[in-house]
């Protein structure tokens, strides 16, 4: 199936296990984010849609490119480009927006995982914020399954620092948010 997907030529290649919700629940490892944002479920997929917002929240991705054209739904694609040059190559599994969505890597230039998935659910707020519950699962592979157990206490602080960041993004960027309703 990689094949019919996008992905970078130039750059090796190594297929993942797809997973789904079930196979998040099964993955080796876990693990479960959740921040309050101070503003509405729209304003927040559309962060999440904006492919220039990553970078400026979320440490060590350098590039977003869509790679299927809106309407983003089910089976949409993009590609992720990390600091170091790796590439991950994502799936989503789930569009529900502004309730959920969920992604799987499908590939990536680099061997670090066998198969990886994230979902966010977001909940609103009477007061017109909203609660993001952000969870990331994972089967390392190669060098990093080797050091994961060194490596799990960065991951989890990492990861919290992934939702402080993104809340205080969101809280600066929150009147060119509301303008794009």
Not at 19 to 30: T, V
Not at 52 to 72: C, E, F, L, N, Q
Not at 86 to 98: G, H, L, Q, R
Not at 147 to 175: D, G, S, V
Request: a negative charge; aromatic letters at 16%; charged letters at 25%.
């Amino acid at each position: 199936m990689s094949e019919t997907r996008p992905h970078d030529t130039d750059l090796p290649y190594f297929p993942c296990e797809m997973l789904d919700r079930e196979g998040m629940n099964r993955a080796e490892q876990q693990f479960v984010s959740t921040v309050e944002i101070p503003v509405s479920p729209e304003e927040l997929f559309a962060v999440f849609e904006d492919p220039d917002s990553w970078p400026r929240w979320a440490m060590g991705i350098g590039k977003v490119t869509w790679t299927s054209p809106k309407p983003y739904g089910e089976h949409t694609t993009r590609t992720v480009t990390f600091w170091g040059g790796m590439n991950v190559y994502e799936d989503f599994f789930i569009w529900d927006a502004p309730r959920e969505i969920a992604f799987s890597f499908y590939g990536t230039s680099e061997r670090v995982w066998d198969a990886f998935a994230e979902h966010y659910s977001v909940t609103e707020f009477r007061d017109g914020g909203c609660r993001l519950v952000w969870t990331v699962a994972y089967n390392p592979s190669g060098w990093f399954a080797k050091m994961h157990m060194l490596i799990r206490p960065i991951m989890t602080l990492n990861f919290r620092i992934y939702m402080w960041r993104l809340k205080r993004y969101c809280k600066k960027q929150q009147p060119a948010l509301t303008t794009k309703k």
